[in-house]
């Protein structure tokens, strides 16, 4: 090609990408506004949204059909106050009307803004008062708190052309209020008493809503008393207003004394009264009061509604008490309610978790009996129940069913065929499904996404539920606050803390749905991963964002501070808890329990069992063993047995857990006889040992050197059906490792028949066994090579390590090998060097999900 050739092509080709440039830049709705696009970004659009967008193209071509053209063009040349009310009620709907104003209004110069208040007034005296707050809102926004004090002074001072004195402050204080300008609207409501106007009892309880919702409780109740004084009269509506602010807040105590004086007022507390306080017990876990209040309300003669059964049968289906539940549920037509789809689905949720699924598929059939149709939810409930419990061909009909119901809604059908494949671990089908779907243009709802983006997270494949969260935001569904908490539970559970931190404050910020779950899934993974500060600085966030922690949260942080063995702590927040008004359950009891007993407080830990027993819990199997297994580390087997034998009086009947923990402290006390005798009663009892029961027996019988009974055990486990695990081949290598040399090597030979995977345990136990046999020089080499292929040690390690270095440190000519066992635990530790070698994780390249999130609202 010649130069003049190449050189034509060139220009060619940059004025062809300016014209498309310029094509691709033109906006048709910039032809009728007087102000152009900001230089910085010629096609922003960032005040309207991409609907808003196509609806005012849709009323401009309208307007331009209906031979009113000229107003549009007289519009393009000057920002006439005039002009663009006509418009505005030209393009039909007030939310049309509101986004032609917003991308109109570009510059904020003096002229403009008084043009935007004369725009008002006209509004407001041609009866369209909502249009008008529209627009001051907008213009509050966009000048912000010091300019808005020009716009108040003029709107005053011109007003009487227009409108009257109320007409005026009304729309300032709405606009304000509508901006969250809450103390620029308390002056206008001041300004409002100065000129003798009574404000509108609905714009009061805005300004409660929002200065519950920022703390200020001093003009709270400065407003209260004014209202009091002055008027307007409370109603109803205030006093639920301010009764679920303050619930809300975490002040339960002044909730109920407001709905307590209500009556003071000439006001009768109504069902919404009730709930909301009822609601608020329930969440700190007062179920017992929220009943109080539910037995209250019916004397009174407020009859509940369906709502209010629901709350507290919701409650108590979450503490795990389906019974009591039950009893309520029942009592929904001694008031003449129908239960209806919602409470059916609660209730039945709550047999399903206790494992009671008999008893939720004849809920189902009363149901359908009744003539209530389920929906999604009953079936999500009911089959992911049947899946969980084995009993897959109860699911599988359920499906059936549902594809030959024709009452049933589409959408609805779609999200349970992808939940069952979750069910089923079969996620990727679930996906593909999924994606076919909505190619083929099949409703779907967020509900199919939350099953796939909550599945892919539980199973550690974060990536894949960020996938799954794209496709969901490009289709246009709004995430809900379990699609956050999904996303956020995934990158936890991989450790993934710093990122799910700042993807939950993007999400925040981008004005997603985030409840408590979210926060409380993160502080889990903060103490998961022993970070205390981390879950110390998001509880502090958490209450500073105005997220009051609930019951459960409080749960997770004391968990996790007993784990850590922080339990003064974690006691100091279970009064807190307590003087909140929340009540302790059993899991919290028995964390703290756990966490004396950690820290060998074995007397603390009894005192919190009679604390227990004092405030009503019944204690668990869980609560049980663990004080068991407290005198069993202790020692103290009298005292465990005594245990074992009250339990049997109460009630409670022991679990696998109970004898492997009296088998382990006999074992302990190397007393293999006693443990027998805990075995045959574990037979008697209808327990089978399990895999953990033949790893402590084989322990203790390697503790007291009867190797060869440690490898009959062995081999009866294998007898029984059960699959040695790696803490089988650690005891069983450890013991081996310590015995004479001709059996060692039988025993050596059978666990590596097995195919067993070693792992940090195997590595400290050979480490310290040439430690032990005067060849630490040997135990420093291979940690060398271990350190070389970046092998992680854990504590034990470095301590074996540190004391294989004092040893050739303290005498350099200390070794005493015996040629055959050096050779026989160099065999092993090569074994375990080459198995890690070969299994080295790869360094996986994570994608930034908060780029996701930000990318999904550029996009949007």
């Known amino acids: 090609m010649s130069a003049n050739v190449r050189r034509v092509h060139n220009n060619l080709q940059v004025h062809s990408s300016q014209i498309l440039s310029s094509h691709q830049t033109f906006d048709f709705v910039d032809q009728f506004l007087p102000f152009p696009s900001p230089k910085s970004n010629p096609n922003s659009s960032s005040s309207i949204n991409s609907n808003e967008r196509r609806k005012i193209a849709v009323g401009l071509s309208r307007i331009v059909k209906s031979r009113k053209i000229y107003v549009l063009k007289a519009f393009s040349r000057e920002f006439s106050p005039f002009l663009i009310v006509q418009l505005m009620k030209l393009l039909g709907t007030r939310e049309t009307g509101f986004a032609f104003f917003k991308l109109a209004f570009r510059d904020y110069s003096y002229t403009t803004v008084r043009s935007c208040c004369v725009a008002a007034h006209i509004l407001a005296a041609e009866n369209l008062p909502f249009h008008a707050q529209d627009v001051i809102s907008c213009v509050f926004a966009r000048i912000g708190v010091s300019r808005s004090r020009e716009v108040v002074g003029f709107m005053w001072a011109g007003h009487r052309k227009y409108e009257s004195d109320f007409s005026v402050l009304d729309t300032l204080m709405r606009s304000y209020l509508n901006v969250e300008m809450g103390y620029e609207a308390l002056g206008v409501l001041n300004k409002m008493r100065e000129v003798g106007v009574r404000p509108s009892t609905s714009a009061i309880n805005v300004l409660f809503k929002l200065l519950l919702r920022v703390g200020d409780y001093g003009s709270v109740w400065k407003l209260f008393r004014d209202m009091v004084r002055k008027g307007p009269f409370l109603s109803n509506y205030t006093f639920n207003t301010l009764i679920l602010g303050f619930c809300r807040k975490g002040f339960l105590r002044i909730g109920e004394s407001l709905l307590h004086v209500m009556r003071k007022f000439g006001c009768e507390p109504d069902v919404y009264s009730y709930n909301i306080v009822i609601n608020a017990n329930c969440v700190r876990g007062q179920t017992e009061s929220a009943l109080k209040w539910m037995r209250l309300m019916i004397a009174t003669g407020c009859q509940p509604s369906i709502v209010t059964f629901n709350t507290v049968v919701n409650a108590l289906c979450k503490e795990g008490n389906v019974v009591e539940a039950r009893r309520v549920f029942d009592a929904i037509r001694e008031v003449d309610a129908s239960p209806n789809t919602v409470i059916y689905n609660t209730i039945m949720d709550g047999y399903v978790k206790s494992g009671d699924i008999g008893q939720a598929n004849m809920l189902y059939q009363e149901m359908r009996k009744k003539g209530i149709s389920p929906d999604g939810i009953t079936f999500n409930i009911l089959i992911s129940g049947h899946y969980k419990y084995g009993r897959e061909e109860d699911g599988d009909r359920l499906l059936r069913e549902l594809s030959l119901s024709e009452s049933f809604r589409e959408s609805s059908s779609h999200d349970i065929s992808i939940g069952a494949f979750c069910w089923t671990g079969r996620l990727d089908e679930a996906m593909e499904l999924l994606e076919s779907m909505l190619e083929k243009g099949l409703p779907l709802s967020v509900v199919a996404f939350n099953s796939v983006i909550a599945a892919y997270s539980r199973a550690g494949m974060e990536e894949k539920a960020y996938d799954a969260y794209k496709i969901m935001t490009k289709y246009g569904l709004s995430p809900s606050s379990s699609t956050c908490s999904s996303l956020i539970m995934g990158m936890s559970k991989k450790g993934r803390l710093n990122e799910a931190r700042e993807l939950l404050c993007k999400m925040i910020e981008k004005g997603l749905p985030i409840n408590k779950v979210a926060f409380t899934v993160l502080l889990d993974g903060y103490f998961r991963m022993a970070d205390l500060n981390g879950a110390r600085s998001l509880w502090n966030e958490m209450q500073g964002r105005g997220i009051f922690p609930d019951a459960v949260a409080f749960s997770a942080f004391i968990n996790g501070l007993s784990k850590a063995g922080l339990v003064e702590e974690a006691y100091e927040l279970l009064s807190e808890m307590s003087r909140i008004g929340f009540v302790p359950n059993n899991f919290v009891y028995n964390s703290l329990v756990q966490g004396f007993l950690i820290c060998g407080k074995l007397n ?210 200390s070794t005493k090998e015996t040629s055959r066992k050096c050779f026989f635990l160099d065999s092993l530790m090569y074994i375990t060097y080459d198995y890690f070698c070969r299994t080295r994780p790869c360094r996986e390249v994570h994608r930034n999900p908060v780029t996701l999130i930000e990318s999904r609202f550029r996009g949007s």
């Open 604 to 813: 603390e830990a009894l005192k919190l069992e009679k604390e227990m027993r004092e405030k009503g819990l019944l204690l668990d199997i869980f609560t049980v063993n663990l004080i068991i297994n407290g005198f069993c580390k202790q020692g103290r087997m009298d005292l465990a047995i005594n245990t074992f034998m009250e339990m049997h009086q109460s009630g409670l009947r022991p679990d696998i857990v109970t004898f492997n923990t009296l088998i382990w402290g006999y074992c302990k006390a190397f007393d293999m006889a006693s443990a027998d005798e805990v075995v045959n009663k574990m037979y008697a009892s209808g327990w089978g040992p399990d895999i953990t029961t033949y790893n402590i027996c084989a322990h203790g019988f390697c503790s007291i050197r009867k190797t060869n009974r440690a490898v009959k055990m062995l081999d009866e486990l294998i007898w029984a059906g059960l699959v040695p695990n790696t803490v089988t081949y650690n005891t069983l290598l450890n013991g081996a490792c310590g015995d004479i040399l001709d059996r060692a090597l039988i025993l050596t030979a059978k666990l590596l028949k097995m195919a067993f995977v070693p792992n940090v345990v195997t590595t400290n136990i050979l480490l310290s066994h040439f430690c032990k046999q005067g060849m630490p020089e040997r135990a420093v080499m291979w940690g060398q090579k271990l350190s070389e292929i970046s092998f992680d040690f854990d504590e034990i390690t470095y301590k074996i390590m540190a004391k294989a270095y004092h040893s050739i440190e303290k005498d350099a000519n």
